[in-house]
């Protein structure tokens, strides 16, 4: 019959987005990472509301006050006390809003940087592609923590600053995977027919080159994202990152370490939350690669 329909037509295939969507459900690794990492933004954004005492008040009273598991504890400060008497549970709480919104902050920061930089490179190539590799070059000659380290010492300690001079420094990545993606895709038929039919340069590189490189871009974004709240931390525990008093998970270990023989507790919280949240954005980048681009991986 000419009006019936071939066996293939009218029975639609699954969606790319469910597909994605089904293939993320059955990722154990970005499950459990996504869900640390909601566990712990949730917890961070709701700190007023979930922190029994104010992270900043001091009671020289009740100074090292043990943890709900230890002896001599107190029901009213669940994890205890730093050596201030300040509630530890209400400072880790208040912490997380530090190194996430900083590690957000520094990842948003630094991809534009790096991306602009490596979508102008890939794109155009040539003189501008040997002058933009020669400035990736010679960033990635620097070492990180120590010209970290020398120009918030220069510039001084704040979180302006913080953040300001480690987006200067982590965009390198963004800056070598956009360009290298972004030559694969200049080639493409659909960049090819964008400028056919007369697309301005601007137009092909945000309409149709940047929405297909944005699976690898999150992929980096998490990545740099955990790298800017490790070296946040390290600042912070050298002291030339967040000042005392904001909370900070660094700067707490940093006021623990004199007490580390009697009271390991005040840097085992601290660091363990810092372990598990760059874990969960590692686990949740690795992941996304895997769902993004599965034939990629064995």
């Known amino acids: 019959m000419s009006g019936a329909l071939a066996p293939s037509e009218g029975i639609a295939g699954p969606r790319p987005g469910a597909r994605v969507l089904a293939a993320s459900a059955r990722h154990p690794g970005l499950v459990a990472g996504l869900a640390v990492l909601l566990l712990l933004t949730v917890a961070a954004l ?12 001091q009671d020289l009273a009740n100074r090292i006050v043990p943890p709900a598991w230890m002896d001599g504890a107190k029901t ?44 102008t490179a890939g794109y155009f190539g040539g003189r501008i592609d040997m ?27 704040s979180l302006q600053t913080l953040v300001a001079v480690m987006a200067l420094l982590l965009w390198d990545r963004y800056a070598v995977v956009m360009r290298a993606a972004t030559q694969q895709m200049r080639s493409r038929a659909f960049v090819t027919a964008a400028r056919a039919v007369g697309c301005s340069t601007p137009r092909i590189i945000v309409a149709e080159i940047l929405p297909n490189l944005a699976n690898q871009l999150i992929v980096v974004a998490t990545l740099e994202m955990a790298q800017a709240i490790l070296l946040e931390a390290a600042l912070s525990f050298l002291g030339l990152g967040v000042q005392a008093p904001i909370p900070s998970w660094g700067l707490m270990i940093a006021e623990g370490k004199e007490h580390i023989l009697f009271e390991p507790w005040l840097i085992f919280m601290p660091g363990a939350l810092l372990v598990l949240l760059v874990l969960a954005i590692n686990t949740l980048g690795d992941g996304l690669r895997d769902v993004a681009a599965p034939s990629t991986r064995a």
Not at 46 to 57: E, G, K, M, Q
Not at 89 to 112: D, K, N, Q
């Open 46 to 57: 709701a700190a007023p509301l979930l922190a029994p005492h104010d992270p900043y008040a």
């Open 76 to 119: 009213a400060h669940p994890l205890g006390t730093d050596h201030l008497g300040r509630d530890y549970l209400s400072r880790l709480l208040y912490g997380a809003r530090v190194s996430l919104g900083i590690g957000l902050a520094v990842a948003l920061l630094s991809g534009l940087i790096g991306t602009a930089l490596g979508v």
């Open 131 to 157: 002058i933009i590799s020669f400035v990736v070059t010679t960033r990635l000659a620097l070492p990180i923590v120590l010209v970290a380290l020398a120009a918030v010492a220069l510039v001084g300690a």
